[in-house]
C-alpha cells in the first residue's frame, strides 16, 4: 500500500512544485510589464512637457507679431501679415496636434486635424475604477478665432463659462479643465449606478443631472430597524468624491454615534458604492 501512495504523493509533489515555479514567472512576468508601463509613462511624460514648451514658445511669438505688426492700408502688407499669421496658426496647430498626442494615455483626449486644417476634432475618453465609460466629441472652428462649432457635451456642464475662461488665450488649459469635469461627471453617476445595483435597503432618494447631490436612504441595522439618511453633496466637480457629508435620522442619537462618525468618514473618503458596502459588512446598515 505504501509502495503505492509514493508514486502518487511524488507526483501531487511534481505539480504543486510545476504551479509555483508558473507563479512565480507569472509574478516576474507581470513585474516586467509594470516597469515597461512605467518608462512608457515617464516618456510620455518627458514628451509631452518638451512640446509644451514649444507651444508656448510659438503663441509667444504668434501674440508679439499680432501687437508688432498692426494692420496697414496698403493691400500687399495687409496680404502678407495675414499670411504670416496664418503660418503661424499653421505651425501652432501642428505643435497642439503633437501635444496631444502624448496626451491620449495621461490627458484623457485625442485631437485630430479634419477639414483640410480648418478644424480640430476632440474627443474626451471618460473612466471610472479602470471601466471605460461615455466618450465625448468636441469640433473646434480654427479659420479664425478659435470657436466651438459643435458637440455633445452634456449640457449640465457650464461648457460657455469654460469656453469664456480659457478657450481664446490657453487652448490647453479649456481642454484640460473640460476633461477633467467630464471624467468627474462620469464617474459620479457610475456612482449612483452602482449604488441602485445594491441589493438591501439603500435607496437613492434623490440625484440630479450633474450628479453633485446624493440623497440615500439607508437603514441602521439591529433589534428595531431605523431610517437613516445621508446626504452627499460634492463642491468640487472636478472630483469624483463629495466634499460634504450628512447624517440625519429621526433619532437624533445617531448622527453623534461614534459608528455613524465613522460611517460618514468612509462615505467622504470612498467612492459611494463602495463606503456602503464597507458600511455592511460591518454591521451598520441592512
Known amino acids: 500500500m505504501d509502495s503505492q501512495m509514493e508514486p502518487m504523493e511524488h507526483g501531487v509533489l511534481n505539480h504543486l512544485m510545476a504551479l509555483e515555479r508558473g507563479m512565480i514567472q507569472q509574478d516576474q512576468h507581470q513585474s516586467e510589464r509594470l516597469e515597461m508601463l512605467k518608462v512608457k509613462a515617464l516618456?510620455?511624460?518627458?514628451?509631452?512637457?518638451?512640446?509644451?514648451?514649444?507651444?508656448?514658445?510659438?503663441?509667444?511669438?504668434?501674440?508679439?507679431?499680432?501687437?508688432d505688426l498692426p494692420l496697414q492700408d496698403d493691400d500687399d502688407d495687409a496680404d502678407g501679415l495675414i499670411e504670416m499669421q496664418q503660418s503661424l496658426l499653421t505651425a501652432w496647430k501642428m505643435q497642439l496636434k503633437d501635444?496631444?498626442?502624448?496626451?491620449?494615455?495621461?490627458?484623457?483626449?485625442?485631437?485630430?486635424?479634419?477639414?483640410?486644417?480648418?478644424?480640430?476634432?476632440?474627443?474626451?475618453?471618460?473612466?471610472?475604477?479602470?471601466?471605460?465609460?461615455?466618450?465625448?466629441?468636441?469640433?473646434?472652428?480654427?479659420?479664425?478665432?478659435?470657436q466651438i462649432?459643435?458637440?455633445?457635451?452634456?449640457?449640465?456642464?457650464?461648457?460657455?463659462?469654460?469656453?469664456?475662461?480659457?478657450?481664446?488665450?490657453?487652448?490647453?488649459?479649456?481642454?484640460?479643465?473640460?476633461?477633467q469635469n467630464l471624467n468627474a461627471l462620469a464617474g459620479r453617476r457610475q456612482q449612483v449606478s452602482?449604488?441602485?445595483?445594491?441589493?438591501?435597503?439603500?435607496?437613492?432618494?434623490?440625484?440630479?443631472?450633474?450628479?453633485?447631490?446624493?440623497?440615500?436612504?439607508?437603514?441602521?441595522?439591529?433589534?428595531?430597524?431605523?431610517?437613516?439618511?445621508c446626504t452627499l453633496e460634492y463642491g468640487d466637480l472636478t472630483q469624483c468624491l463629495p466634499t460634504r457629508v450628512s447624517i440625519e435620522s429621526e433619532d437624533k442619537t445617531i448622527s453623534e454615534s461614534p459608528q455613524w462618525k465613522k460611517n460618514q468618514s468612509l462615505l467622504l473618503e470612498s467612492p459611494a458604492h463602495t463606503a456602503l458596502l464597507t458600511m455592511r459588512r460591518m454591521g451598520s446598515i441592512a
Open 149 to 179: 462649432s459643435r458637440h455633445n457635451i452634456p449640457p449640465s456642464l457650464p461648457l460657455e463659462s469654460f469656453a469664456k475662461q480659457n478657450l481664446q488665450k490657453d487652448l490647453k488649459a479649456f481642454l484640460q479643465t473640460l476633461s
Open 43 to 67: 516618456t510620455l511624460r518627458a514628451k509631452r512637457d518638451q512640446l509644451k514648451r514649444q507651444t508656448d514658445a510659438i503663441k509667444i511669438l504668434k501674440d508679439k507679431i499680432s501687437k
Open 99 to 146: 501635444l496631444q498626442r502624448a496626451h491620449h494615455l495621461i490627458g484623457g483626449y485625442d485631437l485630430v486635424e479634419c477639414k483640410e486644417g480648418k478644424s480640430v476634432c476632440v474627443s474626451f475618453h471618460t473612466a471610472f475604477e479602470g471601466v471605460y465609460l461615455d466618450t465625448y466629441n468636441m469640433e473646434l472652428d480654427l479659420t479664425r478665432t478659435v
Open 194 to 229: 452602482l449604488v441602485k445595483e445594491l441589493v438591501g435597503s439603500v435607496e437613492v432618494m434623490e440625484s440630479n443631472q450633474l450628479c453633485n447631490i446624493l440623497v440615500l436612504m439607508c437603514t441602521e441595522q439591529g433589534e428595531t430597524p431605523k431610517a437613516v439618511l
